[in-house]
């Protein structure tokens, strides 16, 4: 059985180190082997899990499809199968995880066939991973092209502002409207002051949001982005973990 984590949001609200303290979590206790899927076209989990990327799907289709142009397919295999192979091999592995990566779609502003290669082989490959963590791409457009399907939970990242709270209204809104398979689904709010707490859960409930949590403000996160470390390097004691621990303790159980 298959448990799927998703992650949503504008840009610039943390949420893909919110997927790698995610994935520091799964670790931790035991919930392992874990498919990271990056279906962000500016890939950058791997920078948060600490993995170098060696090859990426939106590659990896130019270059399937210059080889059948050329007629240069090893053994004269169809496209659709040396593709398979490719992705097959692609695969970046670390201990516990292995990570695919979308990167640039085939065209500028075109993301239709990166996201349903994404989709196509989140699919075939998460039946061999009892987890799956999935970092969208930022803002609506993975949900709009139904990337994101069959989510245990969907987790949707806003920063303590209201426009960051009105964009995950939308997404919480088009859930709806797209009947996606997402059984649960919480609101969590990265980098919170103290004194804004009250503040912010008053917004988010007139917007009819649920808050999973309230990730503190971290000075921890940005000393280690600041070294170039990757964020699951996080001490466990770290406000922003614990916090996140806290809500993946009550999800998960």
Same mark, same amino acid.
Request: zero cysteines; hydrophobic letters at 40%.
């Given at each position: 059985?298959?448990? %799927? /984590? &998703?992650? &949503?949001?504008?840009?610039? %609200?943390?949420? !893909?180190? $919110? &997927?790698? $303290? !995610? /994935?520091?979590?799964?670790?931790?206790? =035991?919930?392992?082997?874990i498919l990271a899927v990056d279906a962000d076209s500016n890939a950058c989990l791997n920078e948060a899990i600490g993995v170098k990327v060696h090859a990426t799907v939106g590659r990896l289709r130019e270059e399937s499809l210059d080889a059948v142009r050329s007629g240069s397919r090893p053994g004269g295999m169809a496209m659709e199968e040396l593709f398979d192979y490719q992705v097959q091999q692609s695969l970046i592995e670390s201990k516990g995880i292995d990570l695919m990566v979308m990167g640039r779609p085939e065209g500028p502003g075109c993301y239709c066939a990166a996201n349903? /290669? +994404?989709?196509?082989? !989140? @699919?075939? $490959?998460? @039946?061999?991973?009892?987890?799956? *963590?999935?970092? =969208?791409?930022?803002?609506?457009?993975?949900?709009?092209?139904? %990337? !994101?399907? &069959? *989510?245990? +939970? #969907? #987790?949707?990242v806003s920063d303590p502002t209201v426009k960051g709270l009105q964009t995950a209204k939308r997404i919480n809104e088009l859930v709806d409207e797209l009947k996606l398979d997402i059984k649960k689904r919480v609101i969590i709010i990265n980098r919170v002051a103290d004194n804004r707490q009250d503040e912010l859960q008053k917004l988010a409930e007139s917007y009819g949001l649920q808050i999973g949590a309230m990730i503190p403000q971290d000075n921890d996160i940005a000393d280690i982005d600041l070294k170039g470390r990757p964020v699951m390097q996080l001490r466990d004691e770290a406000v922003s973990y614990s916090a996140l621990s806290v809500m993946l303790d009550d999800l998960l159980s």
């Open positions: 059985m298959v448990f %799927t /984590i &998703a992650f &949503a949001g504008k840009g610039g %609200t943390g949420k !893909t180190s $919110l &997927a790698g $303290l !995610t /994935i520091k979590y799964l670790l931790k206790h =035991n919930k392992q082997p349903n /290669i +994404i989709r196509k082989y !989140t @699919d075939i $490959l998460s @039946d061999k991973y009892p987890y799956v *963590v999935i970092d =969208n791409e930022a803002g609506m457009e993975h949900l709009s092209r139904r %990337t !994101t399907h &069959a *989510v245990d +939970i #969907l #987790l949707i």
